[in-house]
């Protein structure tokens, strides 16, 4: 960014283009993956969330720090490509703790039957690589040491806005860029600077940065256009085995905001559409209800493919369909949808 609608880019030949928009620049820059200031870890050559999936081979022992959706993911991708140990390190008391807290202990338990270490509450407060091809090991606040040929740092990522001359905006550089309903950068006068994606820091997954393209693009093109989509039911699903498939509030969530909410749940396996994902399936479904309005809040569902469920919850939290309506929106059989009518019967449709 080299001022208003300018931008200069570097070219493969190591050239300077200078380009200026005659409407608008957007920024899409993404977010970078951040790597905690834990002594010796930035040192120890850490994985970060591009290595590891860029890695070319498979490590015999693999140490995860973080057991966010990033961290469980590549954790239980390691194990299956072949990885002999893998130890996930997670700060919180639990897996995904920003969901309900039953898909992580659920997670964990499917974890440790396959054989992946899960250590939560674990501070870890120093990481050391024992020599240029040697292992890493990382050290935790209560002694215990972990050692892996590789570990993966899977703690987080920040708007990548640091480096892009943000400064000859207005901007504070290295921050998530606020924007308005149109996303136009809200701190920018002229209206001419727009952002999208990761780099806003509303919601860091690849659907709602397309959601904002679709936004964005339009506004420009001098359509009536606005980001309206509540970031209360951002759909978010973790693609482990179990899946961890989630959309709007958790009930912790949805009370600290001051609903009141009844919580319903049943086996997702107890609906004969369940079969047609093998026997013995095991998870939950969990509906947050809103008894006021009588309309869904959150929704929650673990078990194996389940991702394909979760837009129908999305579609009920966004329109804000009652439960009355939603007891006549009839699932087919055999489809693990009648979920919905186990849910609603349990608050007492
Ligand atoms: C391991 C992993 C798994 C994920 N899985 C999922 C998932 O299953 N579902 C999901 O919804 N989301 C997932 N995400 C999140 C998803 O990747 C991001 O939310 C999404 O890519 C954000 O899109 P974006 O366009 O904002 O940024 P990005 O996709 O990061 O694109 C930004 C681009 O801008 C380029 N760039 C940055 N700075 C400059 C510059 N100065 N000049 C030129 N180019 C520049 C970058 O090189 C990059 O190509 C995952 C993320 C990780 C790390």
Redesign the pocket.
Known sequence: MSGERAVEVETAEGAIRRLSATRAVVL????SPVIPPIPGLGGARPWD?RAV?SAKEVPRRLLVLGGGA?GV?MAQAFKRLGCEEVVVLEGADRLLAHEEPFTGQELRAAFEAEGITVVTGARMTSARRLGPDGPVVASLADRREFTGDEILVAAG?RP?TA??GLQHAGLDPGHPVRVDQALRAADVPGGWLYA????TGLA????M?KYHARIAAAAILGREAADVASYAVVPR?T?TDPQVCAVGRTAAQARADGLHVTVVSTPTGEVAGAYTQGTGVRGTSQLVIDDQHRTVVGATFTGPGLAELLHSATVAICGGVTVDRLWHAVPSFPTVSEVWLHLLEAYGL
């Open positions: 899409a820059t993404g977010s969330n999936t990033v993911e990522r990548a480096d892009l999208i994606g990761d780099c860091p997954l690849t659907h940065g699903v693609f």
